[in-house]
């Protein structure tokens, strides 16, 4: 029976795995770790090891511990920052025997790094929302000139983190000075030009550089955006599934000016800009993005995709490796109640109007 260890067991990122992965049908042995009691305790996970958080000097040794005594044949990962510093220790984590299927870590820094990726894309042509590293007060300033709109909006993000970390839109140079020293965030904040609230996910998995499978999300609400600053929280409320040539194309485009060899997940966010083109504004790398259960449900289980290639180098018998899912599938999310699959007419018809 194949052992599966999965790092931030309990947070709906990596629990949205382990439930695909349970019902994949294939009896995998699940094991979680996390940093977080009260949610690892959550966790669909046959058994739950409490580690330090991946930046902590103690991660590493119990990491090991870990490894040697459970001793997986698959180890994956759903956290940026986990990513990244266990992507540091990938030769030792091999020694072991565990299997990681990653990009290489250079492809890991520039995509959890979002200054590297922009200067990527800036150099390699794909079109992208112009955007500063704010190091300075001078630079600061130097974005509200250069990238304010009609309304002197710019938009403030964090370098490094997901779910909108530290973003917002602001046209108050003073109040988004305060904001960035809030945070002692001189040289960890982004500026750039504000682009619309539509958004765009591709999520794909790639073998030594062959595309296996992409499937497209359009994010149609944010859960408690209203409670945000930015509007934005991480939390998709309502997904759709969708299909788009041009989004299927800028993605593709997006990976490879990163990536000359893509291996592994990556998912391409985009948002819309003002002429209805989509720009890349992140890729969340070596990671499904938490909604993947939503995949699974409508019938594409990509985390058993995953597990299958890593571990016998069996690859799936798709129709399409493209976009599989029919246009128009929602995923209806909220906090406290079990997630509803439904097709897009579904909704109206459910619903009794006075």
């Known amino acids: 029976m194949p052992k599966i260890l999965v790092g931030g067991a309990g947070g709906a990122p990596s629990e949205n795995v382990i439930r695909s992965l349970l019902e994949s049908g294939d009896g995998d042995e699940v094991i979680g770790m996390g940093s977080e009691p009260s949610d690892l305790i959550c966790s669909s996970a046959k058994r739950k090891y409490l580690v330090p958080y991946a930046y902590e000097k103690s991660y590493k040794d119990t990491l090991n511990k870990l490894l040697k005594r459970e001793k997986p044949d698959l180890i994956h990962f759903q956290h940026d920052i986990e990513i990244l510093e266990a992507s540091k220790l990938r030769a030792g984590i091999l020694k072991t025997g565990v299997k990681l299927f990653m990009p290489c870590h250079a492809t890991i820094d520039n995509c959890v790094h979002k200054d590297k990726s922009y200067a990527i894309w800036k150099a390699q042509g794909v079109r992208v929302p112009r955007t500063i590293l704010i190091e300075t007060a001078q630079d600061l300033k130097k974005a509200f000139k250069a990238l304010g709109n009609k309304n002197g909006l710019i938009w403030l993000r964090a370098t490094v983190g997901g779910a909108g970390k530290w973003s917002l839109p ?20 982004t500026a750039a030009e504000i682009l619309t609230a539509r958004t765009v996910t591709w999520l794909s998995i790639w073998y030594e550089g062959d595309l296996v499978v992409a499937q497209a999300r359009r994010r149609k609400s944010w859960q408690f955006g209203d409670r945000a600053i930015s509007g934005v929280t991480g939390i998709t409320k309502v997904g759709e599934t969708y299909s788009s040539a041009a989004v299927d194309r800028i993605a593709q485009d997006a990976i490879l000016a990163i990536d000359k060899n893509p291996h592994g997940i990556y998912g391409v966010d985009m948002a819309y800009d003002n002429n209805n083109f989509p720009n890349p504004t992140e890729i ?7 909604t993947v259960y939503f995949f699974t449900k409508a019938g594409l289980n990509m985390p058993k995709i995953y597990k299958d290639i890593a571990l016998y180098n069996k690859f799936p018998s798709l129709k399409r490796k493209i976009n599989p899912l029919p246009d128009g599938l929602l995923w209806v999310r909220g906090m406290d109640r079990e997630p509803l699959l439904l097709r897009k007419n579904d909704m109206e018809k459910r619903l009794i109007k006075l």
């Not at 109040?175 to 809030?182: P, S």
């Not at 969340?284 to 938490?290: D, H, Q, V």
């Open 170 to 189: 602001v046209k108050s140079f003073k109040f988004a000075k305060e904001w960035i020293g809030h945070f002692n965030g001189w040289g960890r904040f």
């Open 284 to 290: 969340n790398i070596a990671r499904f993005f938490t």
